[in-house]
């Protein structure tokens, strides 16, 4: 199995401060034959479902606001909230699909300094 | 706007098989590019991905549950179903289903969009 860490468990944030999230891969998610990173990234506000954001590790999903961003490639990965706003309360989790037993990472939890 | 929603009792006796059944709304099943998952989520384990099923009932599953999953596929009720035999406490979870987007060129699965709201299981006698 390929294991997601996630760091840190939780962060605490100004508004309108810039959030970094970690995911490390156990191995490589790193594709070589389309250089694509098989990971993506998931927000889950509290009582929702999680929501897809971002997937081949910085292609942001349709309608995410672009404060959102990912970066990273082969097993370190960043998820960046350039500007935190209220609304942006949540659990995020990493996601790879590199192998074919799909698994997440633990989740970071974001909240307001 | 396609919507997955969950449906299935809340409460499952140990050594039973727990049932659920998700419904597809604003949109088809029916799409080459798409398998339909399952997932649950619990305070310990976080996210665990059970196993996901195409239009015409192909499955991929996560080895460490095969041995208790089915899953199934109902294209004219536009529904998709999940089996957990044998269930025990440590099933009891938030179980969700979603939409699967899936490779049919290299035959692999990718990120999960949308998800149902989930459903609460609790195991217990």
């Known amino acids: 199995d390929i294991v997601m860490t996630q760091s840190p468990d939780s962060l605490a944030v100004s508004l309108g401060e810039r959030a970094t999230i970690n995911c490390k891969s156990s191995q490589s998610v790193l594709y070589n034959s389309n250089n694509k990173n098989y990971l993506a990234w998931y927000q889950q506000k509290p009582g929702q479902p999680p929501k897809l954001l971002i997937y081949w590790a910085s292609t942001r999903e349709s309608g995410v606001p672009d404060r959102f961003s990912g970066s990273g490639s082969g097993t370190d990965f960043t998820l960046t909230i350039s500007t935190l706003q209220a609304e942006d309360v949540a659990v995020y989790y990493c996601q790879q699909y590199y192998s074919t037993l799909l698994t997440f990472g633990g989740g970071t939890k974001v909240e307001i300094k | 706007q396609l919507q997955v929603q969950e449906s299935g009792p809340g409460l499952v006796k140990p050594s039973e098989t727990l049932s659920l059944t998700c419904s597809v709304s604003g949109g088809s099943m029916s799409s080459s590019s798409h398998y339909w998952g399952w997932i649950r989520q619990t305070p310990g384990k976080g996210l665990e991905w059970f196993g996901s099923i195409s239009y015409t009932g192909s499955t991929l599953y996560n080895p460490s549950l095969k041995r208790r999953v089915t899953m199934s596929v109902d294209t004219s009720r536009n529904q998709f179903s999940l089996k957990l035999s044998s269930v025990t406490a440590t099933d009891s979870a938030l179980y969700y289903c979603?939409?699967?987007?899936?490779?049919?060129?290299?035959?692999?699965?990718?990120?999960?969009?949308?998800w149902g709201q989930g459903t609460l299981v609790t195991v217990s006698s």
């Open positions: 979603a939409r699967h987007r899936f490779s049919s060129t290299i035959l692999r699965l990718w990120w999960f969009d949308p």
